[in-house]
């Protein structure tokens, strides 16, 4: 007997699991498809680098998170009516917004550096008792652009990548609290995505998603 519910859920279809976060320079050429982020081939022969799902060259990951990895989209719309009907005749957006947020779970300097906008991270190895690492942050006039990259596997083991073509930081409240109970310290950071103009079809200036996928799977 045929099914009325038109229902097609395999692990295509089905989403849920954690995502891994990436990030490269805005000069980094702009990604179009999967292996322009990592690798998906294992290396001949197989101890040389990089191994299969490394970061290409440019890019780094941003490691650990909590919360799971949020990617937003959002419009402002004008509406229009006339005299003679009760309701709106149509409406047009006016503004479009993205944003992708999480917590980093990696309290490193690399880590601070991005979501709080830090300086650049330098040694110094005059200390008596070792070297030591410096940081600062302060009140930046600006953001620092950069490309992103959400990568999320299926248990068939297939990809799919979200490849933000220009984020920088958003405002976003954030603390490091040391204290003797509770959660590891993780920030908050979220980014902006940017519509990037050299992208000719206006349907795709924030991002594209490239799926790996079998047919019929």
Same mark, same amino acid.
């Given at each position: 007997?045929?099914?009325?519910?038109?229902?097609?859920?395999?692990?295509?279809?089905?989403?849920?699991?954690?995502?891994?976060l990436l990030l490269a320079p805005y000069a980094q050429t702009r990604p179009t498809q999967i292996s322009d982020v990592i690798t998906l081939v294992d290396p001949t022969p197989p101890a040389v680098t990089p191994l299969k799902y490394d970061a290409q060259t440019g890019w780094v990951d941003l490691g650990a998170t909590k919360t799971g990895i949020q990617i937003t989209i959002?419009?402002?719309?004008?509406?229009?009516?006339?005299?003679?009907?009760? #309701?709106?005749?149509? *409406?047009? @957006?006016?503004?479009?917004?993205?944003?992708?947020? &999480?917590?980093? /779970?990696?309290?490193?300097?690399?880590?601070?550096?991005?979501?709080?906008?830090?300086?650049?991270?330098?040694?110094?190895?005059?200390?008596?008792?070792?070297?030591?690492?410096?940081?600062?942050?302060?009140?930046?006039?600006?953001?620092?652009?950069?490309?992103?990259?959400?990568?999320?596997?299926?248990?068939?083991?297939?990809?799919?990548?979200?490849?933000?073509?220009?984020?920088?930081?958003?405002?976003?409240?954030?603390?490091?609290?040391?204290?003797?109970? #509770?959660?590891?310290? *993780?920030? @908050?950071?979220?980014?902006?995505?940017?519509?990037? &103009?050299?992208? /000719?079809?206006?349907?795709?200036?924030?991002?594209?998603?490239?799926?790996?996928?079998?047919?019929?799977?």
């Amino acid at each position: 007997m045929a099914d009325i519910n038109r229902t097609f859920v395999n692990d295509r279809s089905f989403i849920r699991g954690a995502a891994r976060l990436l990030l490269a320079p805005y000069a980094q050429t702009r990604p179009t498809q999967i292996s322009d982020v990592i690798t998906l081939v294992d290396p001949t022969p197989p101890a040389v680098t990089p191994l299969k799902y490394d970061a290409q060259t440019g890019w780094v990951d941003l490691g650990a998170t909590k919360t799971g990895i949020q990617i937003t989209i959002n419009n402002v719309e004008e509406t229009f009516d006339i005299d003679q009907q009760l #309701g709106d005749i149509a *409406s047009q @957006p006016t503004n479009w917004e993205c944003s992708v947020g &999480t917590q980093l /779970a990696e309290m490193t300097l690399e880590r601070l550096q991005v979501a709080w906008e830090g300086s650049a991270i330098t040694t110094d190895a005059t200390p008596s008792t070792g070297s030591e690492e410096e940081i600062g942050f302060g009140n930046p006039t600006a953001y620092t652009q950069r490309r992103l990259a959400v990568i999320f596997q299926r248990p068939n083991g297939k990809i799919r990548a979200y490849l933000f073509h220009k984020v920088q930081r958003t405002p976003q409240e954030s603390s490091v609290t040391h204290t003797k109970t #509770g959660e590891q310290i *993780s920030v @908050p950071i979220r980014f902006k995505v940017l519509a990037d &103009t050299t992208v /000719a079809d206006p349907l795709k200036r924030f991002f594209i998603i490239r799926d790996q996928h079998l047919a019929g799977t």
